[in-house]
């Protein structure tokens, strides 16, 4: 059974900084595109960061230069390292892992997510 459990949300102030963690179970994250995805209310859910297999990382626009996506093999653990957070960052974080199967389907798994709240 795959699991993926985030934790390291919470409440900050503009400017601060927060570490989401996603622990993985089930499968072997190094094998995954794995990526971080948040949803605000009433808003649809959005791509932060993605790290795939080989190392490549993509950035949604508005977290580039901020956000970091780390991945810890021994662990097997993905990271999202959030500096000088913005009150817009406020959202459910989701942790994504997903591949393709040799038979061409798709393997896709989230976390139940966890809340950050940036406000003064």
């Known amino acids: 059974q795959v699991q993926l459990v985030e934790s390291g949300g919470g409440l900050v102030q503009p400017g601060g900084s927060l570490r989401l963690s996603c622990a993985a179970s089930g499968i072997v994250v190094s094998s995954y595109e794995m990526g971080w995805y948040r949803q605000a209310p009433g808003k649809q859910r959005e791509v932060v960061a993605i790290r795939t297999n080989s190392g490549r990382t993509v950035y949604g626009d508005s977290v580039k230069g901020r956000f970091t996506i780390s991945r810890d093999n021994a662990k097997n653990t993905v990271y999202l390292q959030m500096n000088n957070l913005k009150p817009e960052d406020t959202a459910v974080y989701y942790c994504?892992?997903?591949?393709?199967?040799?038979?061409?389907?798709?393997?896709?798994?989230w976390g139940q997510g966890t809340q950050v709240s940036v406000s003064s």
């Open positions: 994504n892992a997903r591949r393709l199967r040799v038979t061409g389907s798709l393997e896709d798994y």
